[in-house]
């Protein structure tokens, strides 16, 4: 690990300043993921900034009816959270899908949702990685595929992004409130938050530099079942290969995300319209204009088998 300068912040405007001020700095609240990467000089932050302080760690009502998330809840704190269990059941259920009880503990909201891929090539820094070291080449291209993206992929990256957390947001249509470094506030809808690879697979958010995410807020409750289902190589501490995030409503209408397929959570807002003509439809028009190699072509299978097994729990 390089050597890194610290400090911690007092308040999330002074946290995106500090930010700004040094080029290549960090925001560390777990570290769950970015410690990792510093110990495989992936990430090499020259300056650290703790927001642990910050209070950012509530959740509380919305004047909407909805739910604000602090940056900084634990996964496990937000899962086992009444009025998600009851009202968001999708995002608990994907919150306890995810990663070991104990990294459940540490692992923050906001670091959840800026997860870095888990891509072999990313984390190989042997090989050419066009996240890793923009203008380098992407090894995963003719390489071993069989977890990396069937859509939105593009000649420059074939990774996915790997939080199951962030599916359930996408079917949620959840915000992300920020501050920028000039103290000033925004809010970004989950579908817009992240990008897709292009040219630039190493920007992968729509956060400015500095910018600090300070809160994911969830609309006023949807009701329906609410399910998520992950397919893995093993039953346990596995990245998807492929997950589905629906919630369905009684009438047969519902909203549907993907994960383990793309750069982002993958919602087509036109495919859910497909609902009353069954899984092969729904799937069909996510998957419009997929891209698999030979390796990971299986995937377009498995989201349609596994969507039929959503939709046949839903409808009991």
């Not at 104990?102 to 692992?107: D, F, G, H, P, S």
């Not at 909203?255 to 807002?269: Q, S």
Request: one cysteine or more; charged letters at 20%.
């Amino acid at each position: 690990m390089r050597p890194f300068t610290y400090e911690r912040a007092t308040s999330p405007a002074g946290a995106a300043s500090a930010a700004a001020r040094t080029q290549g700095a960090r925001f560390i609240a777990g570290g769950t993921n970015l410690l990792d990467l510093m110990k495989l000089q992936i990430e090499t932050p020259p300056h650290l900034i703790d927001v642990n302080g910050l209070g950012l760690d509530t959740i509380e009502a919305t004047e909407e009816g909805g739910l604000r998330i602090g940056a900084l809840v634990s996964n496990t704190d937000l899962a086992a959270d009444a009025r998600v269990r009851q009202d968001y059941g999708l995002l608990a259920r994907a919150l306890l899908a995810g990663a070991s009880g104990q990294l459940r503990n540490k692992a923050t909201t906001a670091g959840n949702l800026l997860q870095r891929t888990r891509c072999p090539y990313f984390y190989d820094t042997a090989q050419p990685c066009n996240k890793r070291q923009p203008g380098s080449g992407c090894a995963a291209i003719g390489g071993f595929t069989r977890q990396l993206g069937v859509i939105g992929t593009s000649e420059a990256c074939l990774a996915t992004h790997p939080s199951d957390m962030a599916v359930a947001l996408r079917a949620l249509d959840a915000t992300v409130e920020t501050v920028r470094p000039d103290g000033t506030a925004r809010a970004l809808p989950i579908a817009d938050f992240h990008r897709l690879p292009g040219d630039t697979p190493h920007i992968e958010t729509a956060l400015e530099p500095g910018e600090l995410i300070t809160a994911v807020v969830l609309p006023k409750p949807l009701g329906g079942r609410h399910i998520y289902r992950k397919v893995r190589d093993r039953a346990s501490y596995a990245f998807a290969l492929v997950s589905v995030g629906a919630i369905i409503q009684s009438d047969g209408s519902g909203r549907v995300a993907l994960g383990g397929v793309a750069h982002k959570p993958w919602r087509v807002e036109a495919a859910e319209g497909e609902m009353p003509r069954g899984a092969g439809a729904v799937a069909g028009a996510l998957l419009a204009g997929a891209r698999p190699t030979r390796e990971n072509a299986f995937k377009i299978t498995l989201v349609e088998r596994t969507l039929a097994a959503v939709l046949n729990e839903a409808r009991g």
